[in-house]
């Protein structure tokens, strides 16, 4: 089934889906900022989110799909106990895998949302993780936060929906707040190789670029660069299902 041409169109389409419905969800809010983004979140957009909404709790299925091998991924790369932020924390779903996976670590999530900032606190009240802090608002794009005190930063699904400037304040931000030895674990979809990885991975990009063409897929390469030029040493660079990829950074010594 999976490699008949009828197998081939279902994985496709469920793929297709899948990374539209990120999108849409990521629409919403920029529909909310008043134009970050091209465009307002249409009825019709919010109910092809798919998000279901329980006491507040928000719900992609992106996150229940990706979040196994992202712990997968995580586990050796995290500490046994300290301090953890996540970047654009989205529903919080995530967040909770995390406090619940790692217990050793405070885990802190953030995110730009009203909605999403509500469905985390929602989602932590629900699960009563004592190593979950409330959610705070941040913006990674801004060009001079700083968030001291944490040994890790994890950002998911984020560089693509942002401008190639912006994918620079998120690198300058983390770089600024994690101190020597920090970590930032980086996970979405890329281009790499000057090309894309996939025609589903074309096709998504060529979507959000039409409706701003400063968005879209940033080259691995470019933000390793990035990275490397803000005091970061790559670790690793982790293949991860539906031509994700996992990045591990450390904060070099000065
Ligand atoms: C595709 S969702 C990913 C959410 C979550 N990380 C996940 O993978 O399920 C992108 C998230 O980024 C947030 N976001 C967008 N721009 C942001 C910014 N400048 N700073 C922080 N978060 C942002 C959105 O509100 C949304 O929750």
Not at 170 to 183: I, T, Y
Request: with cysteine.
């Amino acid at each position: 089934m999976r490699n008949s041409p009828e197998g081939s169109i279902l994985l496709w389409v469920r793929y297709a889906f899948c990374r539209v419905n990120d999108w849409f969800i990521c629409v919403g809010r920029y529909g909310d900022l008043g134009g970050c983004m091209a465009g307002e979140r249409p009825h019709s957009v919010a109910c092809i989110a798919n998000e279901e909404v329980q006491d507040g709790r928000l719900s992609a299925p992106s996150a229940a799909r990706n979040i196994a091998p992202i712990l997968t991924a995580l586990r050796p790369y995290l500490p046994e106990n300290g301090y953890a932020l996540e970047l654009a924390s989205g529903t919080g779903e995530h967040a909770i895998s995390y406090a619940r996976t790692f217990p050793g670590i405070v885990w802190q999530p953030t995110d730009i949302a009203t909605e999403r900032l509500d469905s985390i606190d929602a989602w932590r009240a629900q699960a009563g993780l004592r190593n979950m802090r409330l959610a705070q608002f941040l913006d990674a794009t801004q060009p001079d936060w700083c968030a001291d005190g944490f040994d890790v930063m994890i950002t998911v699904n984020l560089l693509h929906l942002i401008s190639g400037p912006a994918m620079r304040a998120v690198v300058a931000g983390v770089a600024r707040s994690l101190a020597v030895g920090g970590r930032w674990c980086l996970y979405g979809p890329f281009r790499s190789g000057g090309g894309f990885r996939s025609e589903g991975d074309r096709a998504f990009h060529q979507s959000l670029s039409s409706h701003d063409p400063d968005i879209g897929y940033k080259d691995v390469e470019t933000v390793e660069a990035t990275a490397d030029q803000h005091g970061f040493a790559c670790l690793a660079r982790l293949e991860m299902p539906a031509n994700n990829l996992m990045l591990i950074f450390e904060k070099r010594p000065h």
